[in-house]
């Protein structure tokens, strides 16, 4: 058994220690959000924050995030109620498949979450480790500059929403 704070939740899980943390989510959690691209922790596309850091979770054992914070895709917005960043995504037209783009986000609001008004060069820095084979780079880095220009929280979760589980 492991716990820890999903997305503003208490979450206990009955899974074997040594579980990567994105099969947990996919499989024992069934938060689909996150995507597995290629398993060794080199393209970003199973990113989650873990305690404010951009995380690759194929190869992070759950025992790692235990009665840590854990941010997914899920935990940024709601299709009725985007974030800012989310918003800018829309307004940039950042997607191309999309397979990327859960990774993109959460590197991206861990960013704006630990420096509101990156430079281009810290926008480099941080997202360099998130790949997209559909080459939307630029727009990327435009979304995040008119999400740093609104000044907006990047989460926004809501605790008040909140409630304990356990899950097998
Ligand atoms: S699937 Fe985790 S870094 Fe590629
Ligand atoms: S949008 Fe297709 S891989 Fe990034």
Request: proline content about 5%; aromatic content about 4%.
């Amino acid at each position: 058994m492991i716990s820890f704070i999903l997305n503003g939740t208490s979450v206990d899980v009955d899974v074997s220690l040594d579980t990567p943390l994105l099969w947990v989510m996919r499989d024992h959690l069934k938060l689909k959000g996150t995507k597995f691209g290629c398993g060794m922790g080199l393209c970003g596309a199973c990113s989650m924050i873990v305690d404010g850091v951009s995380t690759r979770t194929c190869i992070l054992p759950v025992a790692s995030v235990a009665n840590k914070n854990v941010t997914t895709i899920e935990g940024l917005g709601k299709p009725q109620m985007l974030s800012t960043l989310q918003q800018a995504w829309v307004d940039n037209s950042v997607p191309q498949c999309g397979y990327c783009q859960s990774g993109q986000l959460i590197s991206a609001s861990a960013l704006l979450n630990s420096n509101p008004n990156p430079s281009d060069a810290q926008i480099d820095d941080a997202m360099s480790g998130n790949i997209c084979r559909c080459g939307t780079y630029p727009n990327i880095k435009k979304a995040i500059k008119a999400a740093a220009t609104n000044q907006v929280g990047v989460q926004t979760f809501d605790p008040s929403e909140s409630t304990s589980g356990v899950v097998a």
